[in-house]
């Protein structure tokens, strides 16, 4: 459990994304889904500029760390992460690696990975589309305990990590992964040159200062450098109907959740153009899935708190929730966007 004091909270008057000041108030008394005993609510706007989501009133970026003490980052999984990992890899030696196979093996594995392409995709950060001949090396940003940065060395791409959180670090370290806390300039300095590919998945709506990230990313990278991201989006069906329970808030670790405008405003004041919007279909399961387990979780103390909460509601919103993701170009849970440095 952690709690914070009033000292340590900040007023935010401007849109973290696009410094807009224009906002309206949306999501009141929005607990952090992740943890059930501890006792601050947290509120976020709309940006009327960007459309993006932020907190209005946020820890001091010092205090921050009190709100990671025991995240999901710190944990290495058990056997069902092991069995994951088997098959993303053997994804990765089928389809992203450049190598000769037979053609029974290709439609094999075609056959066999295609029910869930999008998510094997997601998973290996759209290495295919980028292709990896053009991948000489990789850093990942936030890149916690090192579960990508493990299956982009077994995939025997040069990679190296960083994240700010120190018992992340140890994790990815243990692991034999090259991981530092430094920022990726201090990374870029040392090594002596550019990456070819900055991935950073579900970073930026954890950042104070968007703007920096990107600017950092256009120096840290080569000309024509690849950036990935991925972010909860802002204008998804997950947001607008299960509201302050959606997985995609995660208050108050989540500073703001971009729209794709926010994202592209960030992008051309940065030097990058949009290389490909990749959609990731499977994530409405996850996302779905676990909004609705925090809403059940809070189900009895919004009661106690005196929302008119109903048991019939919260169905009626999972059926409506999966029926429209059947529809996935619109309003995804996710952005994925590959951007590419334009020199
Ligand atoms: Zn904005």
């Excluded at 009133?57 to 088997?86: D, L, M, N, V, W």
């Excluded at 093996?105 to 290996?124: Q, V």
Aim: aromatic content about 14%; glycine content about 4%; charged content about 20%.
């Amino acid at each position: 459990m952690y709690k914070y004091e009033s000292n340590e909270l900040e007023l935010v008057f401007k849109c973290p994304i696009c410094s807009s000041v224009n906002y309206e108030p949306e999501h009141f008394n929005v607990p952090d889904i992740l943890s059930t005993n501890s006792p601050g609510l947290w509120s976020y706007v709309k940006c009327l500029d960007c459309e993006s989501r932020y907190l209005n009133i946020r820890p001091r970026e010092q205090y921050i760390y009190k709100a990671y003490q025991s995240y999901y980052t710190h944990y290495i999984g058990g056997i069902k992460h092991f069995i994951k990992r088997f098959f993303i890899l053997s994804y990765i030696k089928s389809f992203v690696l450049p190598r000769k196979v037979s053609y029974f093996n290709k439609i094999f594995h075609f056959l066999f990975f295609l029910p869930m392409l999008d998510w094997f995709d997601s998973k290996t950060r759209h290495l295919r589309i980028i292709g990896c001949n053009q991948i000489e090396d990789l850093l990942d940003v936030g890149c916690g305990n090192g579960d990508f940065l493990e299956l982009v060395r077994s995939a025997n791409i040069d990679c190296v990590g960083c994240d700010f959180d120190s018992v992340a670090i140890k994790r990815a370290r243990d692991r034999g992964l090259i991981v530092s806390q430094d920022s990726p300039i201090n990374i870029v300095s040392k090594k002596g040159s550019n990456f070819s590919l900055i991935t950073a998945s579900h970073v930026l709506e954890h950042l104070y200062d968007p703007h920096s990230f990107f600017l950092e990313c256009n120096i840290s990278l080569k000309s024509k450098g690849f950036l990935w991201l991925q972010v909860p989006n802002s204008q998804s069906n997950g947001l607008s109907l299960f509201g302050k329970y959606w997985r995609g808030l995660e208050a108050p670790r989540h500073i703001s959740i971009p729209s794709l405008k926010g994202l592209m405003i960030l992008a051309q004041a940065n030097n990058f153009e949009v290389y490909a919007t990749p959609i990731v279909k499977s994530s409405a399961i996850y996302m779905g899935f676990s909004s609705i387990k925090a809403h059940i979780k809070f189900f009895k103390n919004a009661r106690l708190a005196g929302d008119d909460e109903k048991v019939y509601m919260i169905i009626l919103r999972s059926i409506k929730f999966f029926y429209l993701s059947l529809n996935p170009k619109k309003h995804q849970e996710f952005i994925t966007i590959i951007f590419r440095k334009i020199s």
